[in-house]
C-alpha cells in the first residue's frame, strides 16, 4: 500500500462532493502541501447517539485520517450545556451536566467503530467540558470577549433570524455560543498544535469566527497563526424529502436506536437518483470503482447492485463486517419468507418493523388459521382467507399453508412467535404469551 498523501485530502474531498465553502482555499491547499497536520470538526451531545446526517463529518475525519493527517474528534461536553442556535428557531431546552455526561459516553463508541478502523495516525477524542468548565466569566470577558463585534454577530443567520422574531427572541446564553466554540479552536490551536476546522455548512459562521479569534489573539502577542476552516454541503434527497428520516423516524447511528438491519435496508432502499452522491458520501470506494458500478448499474439498474453494493459498505464501515453479512443474511430471509432458520435476535430485528398483536398461549393448539388471519387484518372475511390459502398465497413462518390448517404449539419460532404473510409483502408478526 502507498504511502499517505497529505495533499489528497482537499481533492478527495472534492470529488465526493464534501467540499463546500472554505476560508482561503489556496492557503489551505498550500498548508496541507508542507506536510501532516491537525484537523478537527465538533460534535454536540444533544442525544445518546448520532444520527446520520452526523455521519458526514465523521467521514470526512476519516478521510482526513486515511490521507496522513490527525483527526480530532472534538466532543462538546461544554458546549453542549448551551446549546448551539444554529438551524433553531426557537430557545433549547438545557440539558443537565449529568445528561450531556451520559450523552458523550454513549456517543463516543460512534466514533471509535468508524475512526478505528482507518488505516493512518491515530485519532483522537477529546471533550470541551475539560476546558471551558474551568474558565472564569471575567476571563472570557476580557481575553475573548474583546475581540468579538456584536454588530458582526448579530448579522449571524441563526441570529438575525431570532432577533426578528419578537416573541421568539434569543438569550445572552446562546447568544454566546459562538464565543464558546470560537474558543475551542483557540485552545486546541494553542495546546495541540489543531490548525485546520470544518463541519457542516451551518457553521460556517461559528467556524470563521474561530480562525479570526485565533489571528486577533495572535495579533496582540506580536505573533502569526495559521489556521484555515471549511464546511461540506448537507446533505439533501433527489426528491427533497429530509435525508436521514423514515417512517418510522430518524436514523441512528447506535444499534440500540436503529438496528443494523434496519441500518442496511436504509441504505438498500435508496432511489437511483440518491445512490450515486451516497456512494460517495459515505463509503470508501475510490473514483473508479464508483464510476464503473454507475456504468454497470445504467446496463441494468432493475438489478440495484448500486443499492447492494452502498448497504454492504455502509453497514460495515458503522457496525462491521459480521453485522452487514447478518443484515444482508436478514433481508434475503424476509424477501424469500424462509425466516425459520434465523435466531432470535435476527428475527426480532427483520420482524421489528413488521404489524403485530398478542395472542394467549392456552388458545393457540388447534386455533383456526381463517379466524386468525382476519384477526390479524390480513383478510376481510372468512371467504376472502379461504380464496388466499387455496390460491396459496399464505404462509406461515415462510411456509405455504394448507387448506384447512390450524395453529399448533409446533409453529412457534423460539417459543413465543409465529410470522404470516399474505403474498410477497403483508407480513403480521403473532406474539403469543
Given amino acids: 500500500m502507498p504511502a499517505p498523501d497529505p495533499t489528497d ?22 498548508h496541507f502541501s508542507t506536510g501532516r497536520r491537525r484537523i478537527y470538526s465538533g460534535f454536540d451531545p444533544t442525544a445518546d447517539s448520532l444520527t446520520i446526517g452526523n455521519l458526514v463529518p465523521i467521514m470526512m475525519l476519516a478521510h482526513a485520517k ?33 445528561t450531556v455526561e451520559r450523552h458523550v459516553a454513549a456517543q463516543k463508541p460512534i466514533f471509535q467503530s468508524v475512526l478505528g478502523q482507518v488505516d493512518g495516525p491515530a485519532h483522537t477524542i477529546v471533550n470541551n467540558a475539560d476546558w471551558l468548565t474551568k474558565l472564569s466569566y471575567i476571563e472570557v470577558l476580557r481575553d475573548v470577549g474583546k475581540h468579538f463585534s456584536v454588530n458582526v454577530m448579530m448579522q449571524k ?58 489571528r486577533r489573539d495572535a495579533f496582540t502577542r506580536h505573533d502569526e497563526a495559521e489556521t484555515y476552516g471549511f464546511t461540506a454541503p448537507l446533505i439533501t434527497k433527489a426528491d427533497g424529502g429530509k435525508f436521514g428520516k423514515t417512517e418510522s423516524g430518524a436514523v441512528w447511528l447506535t444499534a440500540d436506536r436503529t438496528s443494523p438491519y434496519a441500518y442496511y435496508q436504509f441504505w438498500l432502499n435508496c432511489s437511483d437518483e440518491d445512490v450515486k452522491n451516497f456512494l460517495r458520501v459515505f463509503t470508501f470506494m475510490t473514483k ?50 424462509d425466516i425459520a432458520s434465523l435466531n432470535e435476535t435476527t428475527l426480532r430485528e427483520v420482524l421489528g418493523e413488521v404489524p403485530s398483536s398478542e395472542h394467549s398461549k392456552a388458545s393457540l393448539e388447534g386455533a383456526d388459521l381463517i379466524d386468525l388471519l382476519i384477526e390479524t ?24 399453508a394448507e387448506e384447512g390448517r390450524t395453529m399448533r404449539s409446533a409453529d412457534l419460532l423460539h417459543g413465543s412467535v409465529i410470522a404470516l404473510r399474505r403474498g410477497k409483502k403483508a407480513w403480521h408478526v403473532t406474539r403469543w404469551a
Fill in 157 to 214: 443567520d441563526s441570529v438575525k433570524s431570532r432577533l426578528q422574531d419578537r416573541e421568539q427572541g434569543i438569550s445572552y446564553t446562546e447568544f454566546s455560543y459562538m464565543i464558546l466554540q470560537a474558543y475551542d479552536f483557540l485552545h486546541l490551536y494553542r495546546d495541540a498544535g489543531v490548525t485546520v476546522q470544518f463541519g457542516g455548512s451551518d457553521q460556517y459562521g461559528n467556524i470563521v469566527a474561530g480562525t479570526d479569534l485565533i
Fill in 9 to 30: 485530502f482537499l481533492p478527495e474531498l472534492e470529488w465526493r462532493n464534501l467540499l463546500k465553502d472554505v476560508t482561503d482555499r489556496e492557503g489551505l491547499s498550500e
Fill in 66 to 98: 486515511r490521507a496522513g493527517h490527525d483527526a480530532v474528534v472534538l466532543m462538546g461536553g461544554g458546549t453542549g450545556l448551551i446549546g448551539d442556535p444554529s438551524g433553531k428557531s426557537a430557545e433549547r431546552q438545557l440539558q443537565t451536566s449529568e
Fill in 288 to 337: 473508479d470503482e464508483i464510476e464503473t458500478l454507475e456504468a454497470e448499474h445504467a446496463k441494468a439498474p432493475g438489478k440495484r447492485e448500486a443499492q447492494r453494493t452502498l448497504a454492504r459498505a455502509a453497514t460495515t464501515i458503522l457496525h462491521g463486517e459480521a453485522e452487514m453479512l447478518q443484515a444482508e443474511a436478514a433481508g434475503k430471509a424476509l424477501f424469500s419468507g
Fill in 377 to 400: 387484518g390480513l383478510a376481510t372475511s372468512k371467504r376472502e382467507a379461504r380464496e388466499f390459502i387455496a390460491n396459496g398465497s399464505v404462509s406461515i413462518n415462510g411456509a405455504k
